[in-house]
């Protein structure tokens, strides 16, 4: 399309037939415009994403120079009992995330979906938990997570006649615990998009539903829900993906502990890297994450496109 | 009977789907607000208790906030308005001058730099962190170190996938006819790019500012690893190390805890309209 290159070049070209410096200028003028996003990119990007890939290859060592050692990081991890619980903690976790949001945030869509006033003003409130800071947060639901009696969770819970629970302190609840406070954070996310989704749902056809009769849970079931699917597919790939690495929650709440029972993946490969300082097996399992993302994010389309066929 | 929503609850009336919805509602702000206020109350309130948390304080101090001082913690909030501030502003700047080059311009290569655009925001920068400290601490080329350095926070979060497509994806909507126009007019590239493009994406400019904002706020790995040393810690980073204080028990904590979540809050609640115009262009990536 030079054609659409011809004004560039001034006033003084005739239209369809641009002097020859406009053919270059204006590809030259688009690149310079995005070089800054490209550099950016390339250093912070895709240079660390090869650097870890080279370094998952070798020994990394800082005075004595790197040692070449083919696939055995992705042996170590593979074989390793502490990557392998930490694998199917952030499985848990992620899952357990997905599933509780995407329920509970529909169910809460459906509850406060309408024009009404006070209803945007629920809504506002209930978004919050999504902007706040996660570190902050994640402070705020240790205190609440304290195990005595005293503790906040505990005091709610006895309202309603349950006995304490141990939270984080507990090898058997540190990562449920965990998955609790995610769920608080990602339900009001999920709710949101939902309700945009709502929103195209048509009209009429709960009209007609309504002449025919139909019941409301005939009415989700057959108007409703459909229309949310493509939604919901994004909502499980981004919330799955999220789960998979995530970070900041477990390094704050319980640094996975206690005895490894909340150990995720990132935490597992910040430790090997920045503690015990073996940045090959770290950098490994940083590229484990990468194909295990990218594996959900293909077996995810996939479905979708079975199912749309 | 009226169909706007898909249960109908709005057009229940009676006195029993009023207390219905009450309750509803109202468990519903305090199960999501509950612990944010609890943390407002919480931070006023003078107490040695570390378990206390309260949602009314028993006893109005504004010593935890005092005490922060000794903790460092303005220091902190000072480092993460720092990082917060210029590294939204580079974010932005770059977001408008790649958005306008692939949503006004044609050449070759652009379908492939959508493809690059697209990748980032599929390589979340957990996975990239550890070689990311490698790099930062010997840059390719340039042989420079960033580690510790406010640069090492700030050039990382310089180019957002999100912040680049939303802008282009706002930037298609303005009309050739002005641009051209103004090229008949005489003027250049980026005369036309500042005076004609540049005020009409002022609604676009707002949405990635506040999630370019909460995004940076929210930073953690990055600058954990970039600042090993107290001095150049953000907020987020250094709640940890405040956890624990004979003299204050959590106060300290809480009190830095509400300035870490305060701004993101602001930030929300002020540009709330464009914030839900983000979400629901249906590219955000966490």
Same mark, same amino acid.
């Given at each position: 399309?030079?054609?659409?290159?011809?004004?560039?070049?001034?006033?003084?070209?005739?239209?369809?037939?641009?002097?020859?410096?406009?053919?270059?200028?204006?590809?030259?003028?688009?690149?310079?415009?995005?070089?800054?996003?490209?550099?950016?990119?390339?250093?912070?990007?895709?240079?660390?994403?090869?650097?870890?890939?080279?370094?998952?290859?070798?020994?990394?060592?800082?005075?004595?120079?790197?040692?070449?050692?083919?696939?055995?990081?992705?042996?170590?991890?593979?074989?390793?009992?502490?990557?392998?619980?930490?694998?199917?903690?952030?499985?848990?976790?992620?899952?357990?995330?997905?599933?509780?949001?995407?329920?509970?945030?529909?169910?809460?869509?459906?509850?406060?979906?309408?024009?009404?006033?006070?209803?945007?003003?629920?809504?506002?409130?209930?978004?919050?938990?999504?902007?706040?800071?996660?570190?902050?947060?994640?402070?705020?639901?240790?205190?609440?997570?304290?195990?005595?009696?005293?503790?906040?969770?505990?005091?709610?819970?006895?309202?309603?006649?349950?006995?304490?629970?141990?939270?984080?302190?507990?090898?058997?609840?540190?990562?449920?615990?965990?998955?609790?406070?995610?769920?608080?954070?990602?339900?009001?996310?999920?709710?949101? /998009?939902? +309700?945009?989704? @709502?929103?195209? =749902?048509?009209?009429? *056809?709960?009209?007609? &539903? %309504?002449?025919? #009769?139909?019941?409301?849970?005939?009415?989700?079931?057959? /108007?409703? +829900?459909?229309? @949310?699917?493509? =939604?919901?597919?994004? *909502?499980?790939?981004? &919330? %799955?993906?999220? #789960?998979?690495?995530?970070?900041?929650?477990?390094?704050?709440?319980?640094?996975?502990?206690?005895?490894?029972?909340?150990?995720? *993946?990132?935490?597992?490969?910040?430790?090997? #890297?920045?503690?015990?300082?073996?940045?090959?097996?770290?950098?490994?399992?940083?590229?484990?994450?990468?194909?295990?993302?990218?594996?959900?994010?293909?077996?995810?389309?996939?479905?979708?496109?079975?199912?749309?066929? | 009977?009226?169909?706007?929503?898909?249960?109908?609850?709005?057009?229940?009336?009676?006195?029993?789907?009023?207390?219905?919805?009450?309750?509803?509602?109202?468990?519903?702000?305090?199960?999501?607000?509950?612990?944010?206020?609890?943390?407002?109350?919480?931070?006023?309130?003078?107490?040695?208790?570390?378990?206390?948390?309260?949602?009314?304080?028993?006893?109005?101090?504004?010593?935890?906030?005092?005490?922060?001082?000794?903790?460092?913690?303005?220091?902190?909030?000072?480092?993460?308005?720092?990082?917060?501030?210029?590294?939204?502003?580079?974010?932005?700047?770059?977001?408008?001058?790649?958005?306008?080059?692939?949503?006004?311009?044609?050449?070759?290569?652009?379908?492939?730099?959508?493809?690059?655009?697209?990748?980032?925001?599929?390589?979340?920068?957990?996975?990239?962190?550890?070689?990311?400290?490698?790099?930062?601490?010997?840059?390719?080329?340039?042989?420079?170190?960033?580690?510790?350095?406010?640069?090492?926070?700030?050039?990382?979060?310089?180019?957002?996938?999100?912040?680049?497509?939303?802008?282009?994806?706002?930037?298609?909507?303005?009309?050739?006819?002005?641009?051209?126009?103004?090229?008949?007019?005489?003027?250049?590239?980026?005369?036309?790019?500042?005076?004609?493009?540049?005020?009409?994406?002022?609604?676009?400019?707002?949405?990635?500012?506040?999630?370019?904002?909460?995004?940076?706020?929210?930073?953690?790995?990055?600058?954990?690893?970039?600042?090993?040393?107290?001095?150049?810690?953000?907020?987020?980073?250094?709640?940890?190390?405040?956890?624990?204080?004979?003299?204050?028990?959590?106060?300290?904590?809480?009190?830095?805890?509400?300035?870490?979540?305060?701004?993101?809050?602001?930030?929300?609640?002020?540009?709330?309209?464009?914030?839900?115009?983000?979400?629901?262009?249906?590219?955000?990536?966490?």
């Amino acid at each position: 399309m030079t054609s659409t290159l011809a004004p560039a070049s001034g006033r003084t070209a005739a239209p369809g037939h641009p002097p020859k410096s406009a053919r270059w200028r204006g590809p030259l003028i688009a690149w310079l415009f995005l070089a800054p996003a490209l550099l950016l990119f390339l250093y912070f990007k895709f240079i660390p994403m090869f650097v870890g890939l080279w370094k998952s290859l070798f020994k990394v060592q800082t005075f004595l120079g790197d040692e070449w050692v083919g696939f055995q990081n992705y042996q170590t991890i593979i074989t390793d009992d502490e990557f392998g619980a930490a694998i199917w903690h952030s499985v848990v976790l992620a899952f357990g995330t997905t599933l509780g949001s995407l329920v509970l945030g529909l169910g809460l869509a459906l509850l406060i979906e309408g024009p009404a006033r006070y209803l945007w003003f629920v809504r506002t409130a209930a978004f919050l938990p999504v902007v706040t800071t996660m570190a902050a947060v994640a402070e705020v639901w240790r205190i609440m997570f304290h195990p005595a009696d005293s503790g906040m969770l505990n005091i709610v819970i006895g309202w309603a006649g349950v006995d304490p629970q141990p939270w984080l302190a507990s090898e058997d609840s540190s990562l449920m615990s965990i998955m609790l406070m995610s769920i608080w954070r990602g339900t009001p996310y999920d709710m949101m /998009i939902f +309700l945009a989704g @709502l929103v195209g =749902v048509n009209r009429s *056809l709960y009209e007609a &539903a %309504a002449v025919d #009769g139909a019941s409301t849970w005939r009415r989700l079931r057959h /108007i409703t +829900l459909p229309a @949310l699917r493509p =939604v919901f597919w994004i *909502l499980f790939t981004l &919330a %799955a993906i999220r #789960g998979l690495r995530v970070f900041v929650e477990v390094y704050v709440l319980t640094n996975g502990g206690p005895n490894g029972s909340s150990e995720v *993946l990132m935490t597992l490969i910040y430790k090997l #890297g920045f503690q015990k300082n073996e940045l090959g097996v770290a950098s490994a399992g940083g590229i484990v994450l990468f194909l295990a993302t990218l594996a959900l994010t293909v077996i995810v389309q996939m479905l979708r496109r079975r199912q749309a066929a | 009977m009226r169909f706007d929503s898909a249960l109908g609850l709005e057009s229940r009336r009676g006195p029993l789907a009023t207390t219905g919805k009450v309750l509803i509602y109202g468990a519903m702000v305090v199960v999501f607000t509950g612990p944010l206020i609890g943390l407002l109350m919480s931070a006023f309130n003078k107490t040695l208790d570390p378990t206390s948390f309260s949602l009314w304080p028993d006893e109005f101090t504004l010593e935890n906030f005092i005490k922060a001082q000794d903790k460092n913690v303005y220091l902190y909030l000072l480092n993460s308005f720092i990082v917060v501030g210029f590294g939204l502003l580079l974010q932005v700047l770059v977001s408008v001058f790649a958005a306008y080059s692939l949503a006004r311009k044609k050449f070759r290569g652009m379908t492939f730099v959508m493809l690059l655009m697209l990748a980032t925001m599929m390589l979340p920068e957990e996975i990239i962190a550890i070689p990311l400290s490698l790099v930062l601490a010997d840059m390719p080329l340039l042989h420079v170190n960033l580690i510790g350095t406010y640069a090492g926070m700030i050039l990382p979060v310089g180019a957002w996938g999100f912040s680049i497509l939303v802008m282009t994806e706002f930037m298609k909507e303005v009309p050739v006819e002005l641009e051209e126009a103004a090229r008949i007019d005489g003027a250049g590239e980026l005369r036309i790019f500042a005076t004609i493009i540049l005020p009409l994406c002022r609604p676009a400019l707002g949405v990635i500012g506040v999630f370019g904002f909460t995004m940076i706020w929210d930073q953690y790995l990055l600058p954990l690893i970039v600042a090993p040393q107290s001095e150049m810690w953000t907020l987020p980073v250094a709640l940890r190390s405040l956890r624990s204080d004979e003299e204050v028990g959590i106060g300290v904590l809480l009190a830095a805890s509400l300035l870490a979540l305060l701004p993101s809050i602001i930030a929300f609640l002020a540009f709330q309209r464009q914030f839900m115009r983000g979400l629901t262009s249906g590219a955000v990536k966490g």
